[in-house]
């Protein structure tokens, strides 16, 4: 696509479930980025994947985040166990990986946990 | 670990004012980048700066790398009511592959 996608837009959970936020990045980027914004915040580093490599997890806050990337695509962030301090813009972003260039930002999943 | 200062965190201004904003870090970064973020969307990169005491202009845009790499700041020039957002400024490593972003400046515009 002509840029990084991600699904739902919204999404509206209660607390202790667990949910899926879906990224589709730009075509050929090899690396990609989750970042989580809290309201009126800046973008806080989640984790980081690079083509084929061990991701770099040191961002996630918790044994409750996780993420995966199949096929060097597509990832998902997973959060179990809700909470409702997990309310927050989750973004995705892409770059094309060989170092020093530009990320490219997603519309974000707005994640309400009540 | 590495921090960004954005200040100010907010701004109101009358429409056809210029706009100063600017980040400041207890460390060096190779490269300082100046995004924009719309209500509901992800943030767009505006400018990019590869070198100390670069200074690129993107239409009534200016940004500045600092001399001693530490530090950037973003003018706004004649501003108009499109302009309203949150701007955020963000740092590369070394490594050219993690960014460190600052808190944010958001700016509001008055017709």
């Known amino acids: 696509g002509a840029g990084v996608s991600q699904s739902p837009s919204n999404k509206v959970t209660e607390k202790g479930k667990d949910v899926e936020l879906r990224c589709d990045p730009i075509s050929g980027h090899t690396a990609l980025y989750w970042y989580r914004q809290s309201l009126g915040q800046g973008l806080e580093f989640l984790i980081y994947?690079?083509?084929?490599?061990?991701?770099?997890k040191s961002g996630l806050p918790s044994d409750r985040f996780s993420a995966e990337r199949t096929g060097g695509s597509v990832s998902t962030l997973t959060i179990q166990r809700t909470q409702q301090e997990d309310s927050a813009v989750y973004l995705c972003a892409s770059s094309s990986g060989t170092g020093g260039e530009t990320q490219y930002f997603g519309p974000g999943t707005r994640l309400l946990v009540l | 670990g590495q921090q960004l200062n954005q200040s100010p965190q907010s701004m109101f201004i009358q429409e056809g004012e210029d706009v100063s904003m600017n980040c400041t870090s207890s460390?060096?970064?190779?490269?300082w980048l100046w995004y924009k973020q719309d209500p509901g969307e992800g943030p767009v990169l505006l400018i990019a700066l590869y070198k100390a005491g670069e200074l690129t202009s993107n239409g009534r845009l200016t940004a500045q790398f600092g001399i001693t790499r530490k530090d950037s700041f973003l003018n706004i020039s004649a501003s108009i009511p499109s302009d309203v957002g949150i701007y955020f400024c963000?740092?590369?490593?070394?490594?050219?592959?993690?960014?460190?972003f600052g808190g944010g400046t958001r700016l509001m515009v008055k017709p």
């Open positions: 460390s060096i970064f190779n490269t």
């Open positions: 963000a740092g590369l490593d070394n490594a050219g592959n993690m960014l460190t």
């Open positions: 994947f690079q083509g084929n490599s061990a991701p770099d």
